[in-house]
Nanobody, 130 residues
Framework: EVQLQASGGGLVQAGGSLRLSCTAS????????ISWFRQAPGKERVGVSC????????YYADSVKGRFTISRDDNKGTVYLQMNSLKPEDTAVYYC???????????????????????WGKGTLVTVSS
């Protein structure tokens, strides 16, 4: 059974940090790029960051560049999103998704391709208070 589970969300004050985890099972994790998306209340789901398979190349939306760091531990089947200097506008449900091999960056507000992901995890809520 394929599972992709996001965890680590919570309530934090502005300027604080959280680390999200995306844990996978049931598919060859090493072969998949893992992306993080977020969806704020009343807004569309947008890409935040992605890490490719094999060479672990990373990509970040401008809104999080310099504050968020994505990494992967293939031995644990887990991708992490370290979020520092959090802002109230980071408040959203965060989702992880898996796509074969590479990250598909489309740029603009969407940043990452939303459609065509092979697997999606359930979201984890991040709330940043001012």
């Amino acid at each position: 059974e394929v599972q992709l589970q996001a965890s680590g969300g919570g309530l934090v004050q502005a300027g604080g940090s959280l680390r999200l985890s995306c844990t996978a099972s049931g598919f060859p994790f090493d072969d998949y790029a893992i992306s993080w998306f977020r969806q704020a209340p009343g807004k569309e789901r947008v890409g935040v960051s992605c890490i490719s398979s094999s060479d672990a190349k990373t990509y970040y939306a401008d809104s999080v560049k310099g504050r968020f760091t994505i990494s992967r531990d293939d031995n644990k089947g887990t991708v992490y999103l370290q979020m520092n200097s959090l802002k109230p506008e980071d408040t959203a449900v965060y989702y992880c998704a898996a796509d074969r091999w590479v990250c598909t960056v489309v740029g603009g507000p969407q940043f990452l391709r939303l459609g065509g992901m092979d697997y999606w995890g359930k979201g984890t809520l991040v709330t940043v208070s001012s």
